[in-house]
């Protein structure tokens, strides 16, 4: 696969997650502290949208259930979810947020 542009560090506000579609799938971008992270956004165990999620440290909040996701690996945390979500690799070039998808 080939990084593609998809958002600009100015549009990811800190804590807070930011719905992009790449190759026709919906990721999930996170600033944590200046780092960002890519991850899928459909929660495994209702399809709810992580990117609607809270931040809580490296770690993303489902907003319907409450799940958690490690935003660096993808791993669930806590039920209901049951697995995790896949991550992707990310790239900042200047102002330009890149992701591997």
Not at 1 to 24: I, Y
Not at 28 to 53: E, M, Q, W, Y
């Amino acid at each position: 696969m080939a990084f593609t542009k998809v958002a600009t560090l100015s549009e990811l506000a800190p804590g807070k997650g930011k719905q992009v579609t790449v190759n026709g799938k919906k990721i999930a971008l996170f600033n944590v502290d200046g780092k960002v992270f890519a991850i899928d956004d459909t929660c495994p165990h209702r399809g709810a949208p992580l990117s609607d999620g809270m931040c809580a440290g490296t770690e993303v909040v489902c907003p319907w259930h409450a799940a958690r996701f490690d935003l660096a690996t993808g791993e669930h945390r806590s039920p209901p979810a049951r697995s995790g979500v896949k991550p992707f690799a990310v790239q900042v070039v200047g102002d330009e947020v890149q992701v591997d998808a």
